[in-house]
Nanobody
Framework: QVQLVESGGGSVQAGGSLRLSCAAS????????MGWFRQAPGKEREGVAA???????SYADSVKGRFTISKDHAKNTLYLQMNSLKPEDTAMYYC???????????????WGQGTQVTVSS
């Protein structure tokens, strides 16, 4: 059974930083694309960043240059370092695993429960 558990969310002021973690069990990161998604109230879930099995990364334009996705293979943990946070980054953040690296949520098989990020101005 694949399980993903996010942590690290919280409340920060604009310009601040947070690091999200996603601990995985039941498989290894080397076999899946891992992605971070977010969903704000009343909005659709959107892809934020993804890292493929070969460690290649991609980012949504809205976070490029501010967010960094990374993996710790030994710990089977995915991270999202978020710097220069803006109020529009406020959302529930989810990690997900799937066979293809894309920002379509339907392509991901496994999801965590989410962690809330709130950025105040």
């Amino acid at each position: 059974q694949v399980q993903l558990v996010e942590s690290g969310g919280g409340s920060v002021q604009a310009g601040g930083s947070l690091r999200l973690s996603c601990a995985a069990s039941g498989y290894t990161y080397s076999t899946y694309c891992m992605g971070w998604f977010r969903q704000a109230p009343g909005k659709e879930r959107e892809g934020v960043a993804a890292v493929d099995s070969d460690d290649s990364t991609s980012y949504a334009d809205s976070v490029k240059g501010r967010f960094t996705i990374s993996k710790d293979h030994a710990k089977n943990t995915l991270y999202l370092q978020m710097n220069s946070l803006k109020p529009e980054d406020t959302a529930m953040y989810y990690c997900a695993a799937g066979p293809l690296c894309d920002y379509d949520p339907d392509l991901y098989n496994y999801w965590g429960q989410g962690t809330q990020v709130t950025v105040s101005s």
